[in-house]
């Protein structure tokens, strides 16, 4: 009776092991999604060292989570809607942003991601925060950003205001 | 021919008062006890304190009540249901009453509201009310939620479209 508890709970953990190693090496779009936002988090937020070689390659870099067709639209408070199209209006818009403010730090809260059944794209909601050293108030938007899967990779193909009640 | 007996010496009172005679048993209990408690805050109920007046007079201010999150885990959400909606993650959560489904067409005129042209009965209202605003089409995995005090400056009550993501659950009472 104990071997054949002990042969279970092997085969248990064994089960385990391997759906861990699977998710792990082949991670499913949500986690993959999440990563990258993530990595777009850092990419955004910067201090006020940054130099300027820093500055362009990681704008660069940023840009390169973004499809190139990409359509932003944010309220930015004391400023117009801003409405970018495409990648060159994004790029203008991070390196302005980047002489403007002394330092950004942004941060996502609550995440929520839905892939669509194709597996091909998705949605997340995500409350914005970006803090910058003007000592003004935080900028917080919930947003909604859409991602495409274009050659293997999910890129963010639009993202724009999404309000809890509109 | 003799005989012994071992006689097991009881407990001391206060240990079988910690921990009961069987304390295997005891922390079984606690375990169990802790995972349904657990369970129940962190998925099934969350509990809230309404504040402000646009539920009025059916939650009043500072009323306590508890959010029911699988009450849309077999059917989505309905018409006259009070629902909890995210605004800030699920610290600040909107209460509101659900009264357009996903495909209606939602409006106010001279304070009543119409859902598909149709005046709605709406036997929890109390308070009179003068809104108009032109009817919004309701998309799918959406609902239109407003609250119960209309007699409030439309401008002031926060109502309109809402993602069926958002809904977290239903008032319990």
Redesign the interface.
């Known amino acids: 009776m104990r071997s054949r508890i002990a042969l279970i709970m092997w085969v248990l953990a064994a089960a385990l092991a391997v759906y861990l190693a699977w998710t792990w090496l082949l991670p499913g779009p949500e986690k993959i999604i999440r990563k990258r936002l993530a990595e777009m988090r850092e990419l955004v937020s910067f201090s006020s060292n940054e130099g300027p070689l820093a500055k362009l390659a990681n704008s660069e870099k940023l840009l390169g989570y973004f499809t190139p067709d990409i359509e932003i639209r944010i309220n930015i408070p004391g400023r117009q809607d801003l409405s970018l199209s495409g990648r060159e209006d994004l790029r203008q818009a991070i390196l302005g942003a980047r002489s403007q403010v002394d330092s950004i730090h942004m941060e996502f ?2 995440i ?1 991601v ?1 892939v669509d059944a194709t597996k091909t794209s998705a949605t997340t ?1 995500v ?1 914005v925060r970006a803090d910058g050293a003007t000592g003004g108030e935080p900028f917080v938007e919930r947003m909604r950003i859409y991602f495409t899967k274009t050659d293997g990779k999910w890129l963010v193909s639009a993202a724009n205001r ?1 309000p ?3 | 021919m003799t005989s012994s007996t071992t006689q097991a010496h009881p407990s001391p009172w206060w240990l079988v008062v910690a921990v009961g005679r069987n304390p295997r048993r005891t922390v079984v209990r606690i375990l169990v006890l802790l995972a349904v408690i657990v369970f129940t805050w962190k998925f099934a109920f969350l509990p809230i304190r309404v504040q402000g007046i646009s539920m009025m007079p059916t939650y009043l201010n500072n009323q306590v009540n508890v959010i029911n999150r699988l009450a849309y885990v077999l059917h989505p959400p309905k018409r006259g249901d009070v629902v909890g909606i995210r605004y800030d993650g699920e610290k600040v959560l909107l209460l509101k009453r659900i009264v357009g489904l996903p495909g209606d067409t939602v409006g106010f005129r001279g304070g009543r509201l119409y859902v598909n042209g149709q005046l709605l009965d709406e036997p929890y209202l109390k308070l009179p009310s003068n809104w108009s605003s032109p009817p919004e089409k309701v998309g799918l995995g959406e609902y239109y939620v407003v609250g119960d005090n209309r007699s409030m400056n439309e401008i002031d009550h926060t109502h309109g479209i809402v993602d069926r993501a958002d809904i977290l659950g239903k008032t319990l009472r």
């Open positions: 809260h609550d929520r839905m909601l409350t999404a809890v009640v509109r």
